[in-house]
C-alpha cells in the first residue's frame, strides 16, 4: 500500500465523510455523510457526488443529489454500479419494510438527471435493516447486509441474484 492521502477540503468537512463509491473511470466519487450534516444538505444523512475531468486532477466541489434521492431522513452507503446508470443504496424513508432498506435509481445515461429511487421490494428488504448494497463484478449479484432472521446474529452479509425483467 501506498501512503494514504486525504482528498483535502473539497470533500473532507466538519461532518464524517462516509462509505464512497468510486465510477469505474475514476471520474465520480459518490458519497454519504454521517452525524453532522454538510453545508446544502437536505437531511440527517445525505448522498454526494464529486467529479473531475481527469484522473490527474482534483476532485471538485461536491453537489448534493437533490430532493429526488436525498430525504428529510437517512439515505446513505452508495454504490455506483460499473456502467454509472445504477446507483445503489440504502435509506430509513417512508415506503420502506423495515428500518434500512436497500434503494436504487437509474439514469438514462451519464448525462441525464437521476430517477426517483425504487425500493428492491420484499425479496431483499423485510422488517429487519438492509444496508450496504453493492454488485458483483458482473452485476449479476447483489450483495448487501441485513439484520433479518435466518442469520448468524448482529448483521450477515447476503446475497441476491439479480433477474432481468423483460419490459
Not at 6 to 26: D, Q, R, T
Not at 105 to 112: A, E, F, P, Q, S
Not at 131 to 147: H, K, R, W
Not at 153 to 163: H, R, T
Amino acid at each position: 500500500w501506498g501512503t494514504p492521502v486525504n482528498l483535502g477540503p473539497n470533500i473532507n468537512s466538519a461532518a464524517a465523510e462516509m462509505v464512497c463509491s468510486i465510477s469505474a473511470a475514476g471520474l465520480e466519487l459518490y458519497f454519504s455523510e454521517f452525524g453532522v450534516p454538510r453545508p446544502g444538505g437536505l437531511g440527517r444523512e445525505d448522498l454526494w457526488v464529486a467529479t473531475r475531468p481527469s484522473m490527474s486532477e482534483s476532485w471538485g466541489q461536491p453537489v448534493n443529489l437533490g430532493p429526488v434521492i436525498n430525504g428529510p431522513d437517512r439515505d446513505f452507503s452508495p454504490y455506483i454500479s460499473g456502467d454509472g446508470l445504477t446507483l445503489f443504496f440504502h435509506s430509513y424513508r417512508p415506503g420502506g419494510l423495515g428500518m434500512d432498506d436497500a434503494w436504487m435509481t437509474r439514469r438514462g445515461t451519464k448525462k441525464d438527471p437521476w430517477g426517483p429511487p425504487v425500493h428492491l421490494g420484499p425479496g431483499v428488504n423485510t422488517p429487519g435493516s438492509e444496508t450496504l448494497p453493492t454488485l458483483s463484478a458482473d452485476g449479476s449479484v447483489l450483495y448487501f447486509s441485513s439484520s433479518r432472521p435466518g442469520g448468524y446474529g448482529g448483521y450477515d452479509i447476503w446475497q441476491a441474484s439479480i433477474i432481468p425483467t423483460v419490459d
